[in-house]
């Protein structure tokens, strides 16, 4: 019995269960018209359970782990977001539409439906009337507590529309395990388990069928779903039950539960009629549910010209254009991805352009990013299934693929991360151009929904692929021609700045040399002198911004921080360092890789910083700059700029208000917002700052920007 309940579990696919077609189609409308909002949203989907459970599977993935517990469907929703759900929207359509449902599924389809939507109705009145803190989450589990049933007409057609055939909608669950080793409450529990969520949802659709006295000291979300299941199908049952049932349970009477049935009856009649669903009472008091054959005919075919004009991909390609960072477009493939094959945790590993290498790429937001950027794999047959997988150019997993034993370390280590057993790769491979491998994790129970799926997902891969290629080509070019423009105008700007500065320094230095003569005779005018060459000198300083940055298509590139330093301190070598024989050191880390970052914004940073320093140092002072790799705050990945000087450290009336406007110390003609307008350049740029000053020891800053490639 455990072997069969386990085969069916293991075929039963949560992301293919089927939606009302009309409830579909008014999604999809409402998706396209510009004045539609959550609320409308939500009032269209929570009239589906099918709909609603992919959406609940893929708000609790762990995409959207940082937002707790979600129960309330209009929460949901919001943070979910719009591209998401038109993505969950579109592959229902093309899902129904290619996996057409027989007229005797529809049939039952319709009856599981308005059973639902009827428990639904039930259980938030029934929450609201016995003050349960959470009426919206008594209404979502009695909307969900038959998926169970959906499932099972989904995978096992013919089995279970034959059992319902002889017994109604409301099969005993003994028929359900004698004939297939498992009951739809169970089934319906399992999904829900599957999505993590915490509180007893799936409690209550398991015991949904429980006699009263087995669940009276239970909570009070499995009472409330087991009584509005019940009263969602009274018609069938002998009501007196019913009404003693409800007594036990919350000591209700039968006028109280008559007065909300025919509330909730009028209800769902009403949204049935908006359905093309029709609703009759024949003579013996049961209700007979089924859709005018025409009307699911002409809404059968306008999801067939959403599927064809959407296509599969449709929702995923308009989600990635050239314009978003790499980052962005990575984390909504993988979100995809999640939404559209049911996964639960995935990961990316993108090959170094510089040595055969697949190397663990780690996303904002996402668990053991730390650690999975210490991981890397050699492109060599046999190391690790994701690496034959790239090589192979073939979708392979940990169940069905022969690899070394004992299987590599690597493999484990991956697998832990994904908080699984097995895997899945998927390469990103096009024109023998080798990209990257999206690992998914996998359970045993997984395997035949994968294998039936593998075209899809390498349709999909092939997608991926064929957006980061193009996102990847376009950077190089744009790159390039930014690379071009900025060397001819370098070149132009250190000629200039060479010429410039060798008379400035000869002037600097004459000056010294005066004022050591003339001693305490004319300081103040020799002073003001050596302070206008300075200001000179910094307007040379700023000749080396380049402006045809942002007309060449915009400021943020990959920028070589350690080149920007180094070309930053020649210049105040050449300025405002010589003069008063200040020594700039350099501890640059040669690991540190090109940063996707503003290059005006971080050098304006880096000279206000270096430009105080050597402000406060005396003469023969010494500045150090160095950086750092992959330095980790939590579980994001920066880089780290360092400038310490060794002058007398900040005043304490400085260092108590440190990033704030104050009065300037250095006199006339500053206006003590320098470090102000840092805070907020680094603050711009996703980054953090700090400061650590000792008295006669000096000031360090560090700088800690996002290592966005």
């Known amino acids: 019995m455990e072997t069969a309940m386990s085969k069916i579990l293991s075929e039963i696919d949560p992301q293919q269960l089927p939606a009302i ?53 209009n929460r949901v929703l919001i943070i979910l977001g719009l591209e998401p759900l038109k993505t969950i929207t579109m592959t229902s359509v093309a899902q129904q539409f290619f996996n057409q449902i027989s007229p005797s599924q529809q049939n039952y389809l319709e009856i599981i439906w308005f059973r639902s939507l009827a428990c639904a109705h039930f259980a938030r009145r029934l929450a609201k009337l016995i003050g349960f803190e959470s009426p919206d989450q008594a209404y979502l589990t009695g909307l969900l507590h038959r998926i169970g049933q959906l499932a099972l007409l989904q995978c096992f057609s013919k089995e279970y529309g034959a059992l319902l055939n002889d ?44 006699a009263s006295q087995a669940i009276l000291d239970s909570s009070t979300l499995v009472k409330l779903i087991n009584l509005a299941a019940q009263l969602s199908r009274f018609d069938r049952q002998n009501s007196a039950v019913v009404y003693a049932e409800a007594h036990a349970l919350f000591g209700l009477g039968q006028a109280i539960l008559d007065e909300i049935a025919v509330d909730v009856k009028k209800q769902v009649e009403q949204t049935a009629g908006s359905l093309g669903i029709a609703v009759a009472k024949p003579e013996d008091g049961t209700t007979v549910i089924r859709a005018k054959l025409e009307e699911r005919n002409a809404i059968q075919k306008r999801l067939g010209k959403h599927a064809r004009d959407l296509a599969f991909l449709g929702a ?15 984390t909504t493939l993988l979100r995809d991805l999640n939404i559209l094959f049911g996964f639960r945790s995935t990961a990316v590993f993108l090959v170094n352009p510089e040595k055969p290498m697949l190397e663990g790429y780690p996303l904002p937001e996402q668990n053991n990013a730390n650690l999975l950027s ?7 047959p046999n190391r690790s299934l994701v690496a034959n997988a790239l090589l192979n150019q073939r979708l392979l997993d940990s169940y069905q693929t022969t690899l070394p034993d004992p299987i590599p370390v690597i493999d484990r280590q991956i697998c832990r991360l994904l908080e699984s057993e097995g895997m899945l790769a998927i390469p990103l491979s096009a024109n023998n151009r080798h990209w990257g ?43 390039e021609n930014i690379d071009t423009m900025q060397s001819d105008f370098q070149l132009q700007v250190k000629k200039i700045i060479h010429e410039a500065n060798n008379p400035l320094s000869i002037i600097n230095n004459y000056l010294y040399l005066l004022n050591l003569k003339l001693g305490s005779d004319s300081p103040q005018e020799i002073g003001l002198i050596q302070e206008e060459i300075n200001r000179v000198g910094e307007i040379i300083l700023r000749l080396s911004d380049t402006p045809t940055q942002e007309s060449a298509g915009g400021d943020s590139g990959p920028i070589d921080i350690n080149q920007t330093l180094s070309d930053l301190i020649a210049l105040f070598e050449g300025g405002l360092f010589a003069p008063r024989r200040i020594e700039a050191n350099l501890k640059l880390d040669d690991r540190l890789p090109k940063i996707a970052v503003s290059k005006s914004k971080l050098k304006q940073i880096l000279t206000n910083l270096i430009k105080n320093a050597a402000e406060a140092l005396p003469d023969g002072g010494q500045v150090t700059i160095s950086t750092r790799d992959r330095v980790y705050l939590g579980n994001h990945c920066y880089v780290e700029i360092q400038i310490h000087d060794d002058g007398p450290g900040l005043p304490d ?52 920007l996002p290592r966005t490639l």
């Not at 210490?374 to 060599?380: D, F, G, H, V």
């Open 374 to 380: 210490n991981l890397s794999i050699e492109l060599k």
């Open 437 to 479: 491998v999206i690992v998914a994790g996998l359970a045993p129970t997984d395997q035949l929904q994968v294998k039936a799926k593998r075209g899809l997902i390498s349709l999909f891969a092939g997608e991926a692929t064929r957006i980061l290629s193009n996102h990847r080509v376009a950077g190089e070019r744009i790159r």
């Open 21 to 73: 077609p009309k409830v579909l189609l008014n999604l999809i409308e409402a998706f396209q018209n510009q004045d539609t909002g959550f609320e409308d949203l939500t009032r269209i989907i929570s009239q589906d359970a099918g709909l609603s459970s992919k959406i609940l599977s893929a708000a609790n993935s762990p995409f959207y782990q940082q937002f707790g517990e979600l129960k309330n469907l």
């Open 653 to 704: 009336t400085i260092s108590e208000q440190l990033f704030r406007p104050v009065t300037s110390t250095k006199g006339e003609g500053h206006s003590g917002l320098g470090l102000t307008i840092v805070k907020n350049l680094v603050d711009e740029l996703a980054g953090t700052i700090g400061c650590n000053s000792t008295p006669d020891e000096g000031t360090t800053f560090q700088i800690f």
């Open 316 to 330: 995923i390609a308009r989600n990635n254009d050239l314009s978003e960072q790499f980052d962005k477009i990575l």
């Open 167 to 210: 017994h109604s909608e409301d099969l005993p669950e003994s028929f359900e395990k004698k004939t297939l080793g498992i009951s739809h409450c169970e089934i319906g529990a399992y999904i829900i388990d599957t999505w993590n969520i915490p509180g007893f949802l799936a409690d209550a659709v398991l015991y949904q069928n429980k």
